[in-house]
């Protein structure tokens, strides 16, 4: 049966002559051993099952708040789910259920465990490789948790700065006079936000800024979608009908 203090201080010098991927933690009390990664620490600690059974538990845990936290977390949870990379068992569970005293009712836990039997099958050689590859593959799928929390605060942003700006950019798409260096400000300001055909059909739009939506328009959707504007080259009044399909959108987007 492997001795799993044994087997941290063996890890630990395989990782000072850079032979163990990841920095080893050796306890000076409790049994077992930590890795110490970028997500933050796997402990790997012996549990005797209720059952008799006598196991080696690998557990990293992340206390998850609502929020962006909470969804980016659950995607990854979601991606396992799919692609099952991870051998263990990756959740969200109720922090306070989980035993986090100090949690609000809302608050999360992103918990991975992997429980294996040692029972005598498994060499030291065998656990050490297997330790290694399921923490290199939690710390790839984890690798992802900051760059998705980032992203949707971003997104957040972004979403605020909109609803602050959009009711001016209403009032001068409204404007017949609005000309068409504020129609290319207000179209770079709200590119990613479908204003292409509120300022395409403007009636001061000019061909360069007709020419740049439909590049934009390209750009996004792809050749299976056509652009659906017109000739940027044809006379303003040519999109009459358009304008005021455009003009309708907007004075209700206001209310």
Same mark, same amino acid.
């Given at each position: ?15 000072? *002559? ?90 999360? *836990? ?80 709200? +590119? ?52 005021? +399909? ?10």
């Amino acid at each position: 049966m492997i001795n799993l203090d044994k087997l941290g201080i063996a890890l630990w010098g395989a990782w000072q *002559v850079d032979r163990f991927s990841h920095a080893i933690e050796v306890p000076p009390v409790e049994e077992g051993f930590h890795l110490s990664l970028p997500i933050g620490r796997i402990d790997v600690f012996p549990h005797h099952h209720h059952d008799g059974e006598n196991l080696i538990v690998m557990r990293w845990t992340r206390l998850i708040t609502p929020g962006n936290q909470f969804g980016a977390a659950q995607s990854l949870v979601n991606v396992d789910n799919d692609d099952r990379a991870l051998t263990g068992d990756f959740a969200l569970v109720d922090a306070i259920q989980w035993g986090v005293h100090d949690a609000a009712p809302e608050d999360k *836990v992103l918990q991975y465990q992997l429980a294996l039997k040692n029972n005598g099958n498994w060499t030291y050689g065998e656990l050490a490789s297997a330790i290694e590859l399921e923490a290199s593959q939690l710390a790839a799928l984890l690798g992802r948790f900051e760059d998705l929390v980032a992203s949707r605060d971003e997104n957040d942003r972004t979403l605020e700065e909109d609803d602050q700006d959009w009711p001016g950019a209403v009032e001068a798409l409204l404007n017949e006079s609005t000309g068409v260096a504020m129609l290319g400000v207000i179209f770079e300001r709200f +590119e990613m936000n479908s204003v292409h055909e509120h300022v395409f059909f403007h009636p001061n739009a000019d061909k360069a800024l007709r020419d740049r939506i439909i590049r934009s328009w390209d750009s996004a959707a792809g050749m299976d979608r056509p652009q659906p504007y017109g000739d940027p080259a044809a006379r303003s009044d040519t999109f009459s009908d358009q304008r005021r +399909e455009s003009v309708s959108y907007l004075r209700s987007s206001l209310d």
